[in-house]
């Protein structure tokens, strides 16, 4: 069964503080995804990534960076951790194609900055 | 403003209503995705349609794409508890120069026993 791992369910890290959220998935997708979620907002697209090595900005990029080092790896880089980066994060994946585009989800990381 | 409207923003029915979800887009689609999400955790795919004019049901959900392209309708039949969540629609937009998915706000939808 198709599967997107997110490291953390819940994390509570300090403002200032360096940190990683790691997704990794198990189905060969090209594409991979890291979107924000806060209420009354939906789904925000941070940074995707087309292939390894390789990223794009979506449309909040400030404040973060992403790593994608291996094809099922992708990392979502807060390198100064604020509050208002205080939300729930999901990664997911696709194929890469026309038509193809139907992504699939981690469970998502609740992330707190105190 | 969001480029993809959702309305309502949440909505409460009894069990066993009818009700409708709406997805607006101010510019045309390439493809509608239909998600749901219960509280606190990922997203789940319920559909996709691509062609205008397209409807696809599973179960007691119907979703239909207009004739132009630029709106969708999630309709749920006799709702049940289990229908509860909150409901995405992403698309792929005409114009943004990338093949990712664009999301509406959601709409949260409570059923009552």
């Known amino acids: 069964d198709v599967k997107v791992t997110q490291s953390s369910r819940y994390l509570v890290k300090r403002t200032g503080e360096k940190v990683f959220l790691e997704c990794v998935q198990d189905m060969d997708h090209e594409n991979m995804f890291w979107y924000r979620q806060d209420p009354g907002l939906g789904l925000r697209l941070i940074y995707f990534s087309y292939d390894v090595k390789m990223k794009e900005k979506g449309d909040i990029p400030e404040g973060y960076s992403v790593s994608r080092e291996k094809k099922e790896r992708f990392s979502l880089i807060l390198e100064s951790a604020s509050t208002n980066q205080t939300s729930m994060y999901l990664c997911?994946?696709?194929?890469?194609?026309?038509?193809?585009?139907?992504?699939?989800f981690g469970s998502g990381t609740q992330l707190s900055v105190l | 403003s969001q480029e993809l409207e959702q309305s309502p923003q949440s909505l409460i029915v009894q069990e066993g209503k009818n009700l409708t979800i709406n997805c607006t887009s101010s510019k045309t689609l390439y493809g509608l995705y239909w998600y749901k999400q219960k509280y606190g955790e990922g997203l789940i795919f319920l559909m996709m349609?691509?062609?205008?004019?397209e409807e696809k049901s599973h179960e007691k959900i119907t979703a239909k794409l207009d004739e132009k392209k630029q709106q969708s309708s999630l309709h749920i039949t006799a709702s049940q508890p289990s229908h509860a969540g909150i409901y995405l629609c992403g698309a792929v937009l005409m114009d943004t120069g990338r093949r990712a998915l664009t999301f509406g706000s959601g709409t949260r939808l409570q059923v009552q026993p």
């Open positions: 997911a994946s696709s194929l890469r194609g026309t038509g193809r585009e139907k992504l699939f």
């Open positions: 349609l691509q062609k205008g004019g």
